[in-house]
């Protein structure tokens, strides 16, 4: 086997898929197509047709997935496809293959984004060890994480469903939110808040508080947060940032991320011009006499829409090259 093995990678949402070839843990450039889910009946077929057009005959393969994976195997809401390992060996040809959660593979990506598309949120002074545990929190219809941490024997990124935690109250106000969301959910959860559809529920639950009620859908929110500092959506986004602070501050105390905390997704990337403005290093930050510990930890944005293809390229060359990565 060459040093360098050629990968198939591909990141699997519920509405696209992307294929790329990965030499090593790096994404080749203009390798990257992007399958529309609807026009294919299952991911074998998507990835079939990916490498005969590509002409090419990968040594392994790794796929990322917007979903649980257990066993080897994943699931997806909204997706009515079989998604394991076997059906990969089977349209890839390959003997080596992986499957992972997509925010796994975000976790396997860190140390190979480009500085560029990396962007300081909050200040931390515990960088100095490389090696040192990180946690991936990804926002977008969801919320969940992934810690990180590298150890002799390879980066090991566990699994988790920290969305469906409880959401933490700190406040009266916060108490009427929770008991907002329950009477529509049953059960208050992060995700219930801290995510697309959360935006859009503390939103309604503003105008119900106000005795206006009103919905509106989570983009429009952001549109008129960008024009209007002081409406009702600006109050979401501020109820949403403090949550979200205190949220990602109880994770960072449970994993100790010294080497950082990345935000991912498409409600993180919105929320970026925001976040300090509303008062989310504040929030995360705000521990009692623990306040002045959080300073070891930063906070990053990732800006990189190929964050998971890369993520997946380095999982599988580890896995090539004698590394056992655990996921």
């Keep these: 086997m060459s040093q360098t093995s050629l990968s198939l990678v591909a990141d699997i949402g519920g509405t696209n898929t992307r294929v790329a070839l990965a030499d090593g843990h790096k994404v080749r450039d203009g390798s990257i197509r992007r399958f529309s889910n609807a026009d294919y009946p299952g991911l074998e077929s998507v990835l079939r047709q990916y490498i005969d057009e590509a002409e090419v005959d990968p040594d392994a393969a790794c796929v990322a997935v917007a979903g649980p994976v257990r066993d080897g195997r994943a699931t997806m809401t909204n997706l009515d496809w079989t998604m394991d390992k076997d059906t990969i060996a089977r349209a890839t040809k390959s003997e080596t293959v992986a499957i992972l959660n997509d925010l796994q593979a975000q976790g396997h990506a860190l140390g190979y984004i480009r ?22 929190i990804g926002i977008g219809t969801g919320f969940n994480v992934a810690p990180v941490y590298d150890v002799e024997e390879g980066r090991v990124v566990p699994p988790a469903e920290a969305g469906h935690a409880n959401l933490p109250i700190r406040t009266e106000a916060e108490l009427r939110l929770c008991n907002f969301v329950s009477s529509a959910h049953g059960f208050p959860a992060v995700e219930d808040v801290v995510s697309g559809r959360g935006l859009e529920r503390v939103y309604s639950w503003l105008g119900h508080e106000a005795g206006d009620p009103k919905e509106a859908r989570a983009k429009d929110i952001m549109d008129e947060c960008a024009q209007d500092k002081n409406g009702r959506a600006a109050d979401a986004a501020r109820v949403f940032t403090k949550i979200f602070g205190t949220v990602a501050g109880n994770l960072s105390l449970i994993h100790l991320p010294f080497g950082g905390v990345y ?34 930890f930063s906070v990053s944005l990732i800006e990189d829409d190929y964050a998971a293809l890369t993520g997946s390229a ?8 004698g590394k056992q990565e655990i996921s």
């Excluded at 990396?118 to 991936?136: F, M, T, W």
């Excluded at 993180?268 to 070891?296: I, Q, S, V, W």
């Design 115 to 136: 500085e560029e598309n990396l962007h300081r949120i909050v200040e931390g002074s515990g960088q100095d060890n490389p090696n040192a545990a990180k946690l991936v």
């Design 263 to 296: 935000l991912v997704g498409g409600v993180a990337r919105a929320f970026g011009p925001f976040l300090n403005e509303y008062g989310f290093a504040d929030a995360f930050r705000d521990k009692g006499r623990f306040a002045g510990f959080m300073h070891n």
């Design 314 to 321: 380095s999982h599988i060359h580890a896995l090539l090259h």
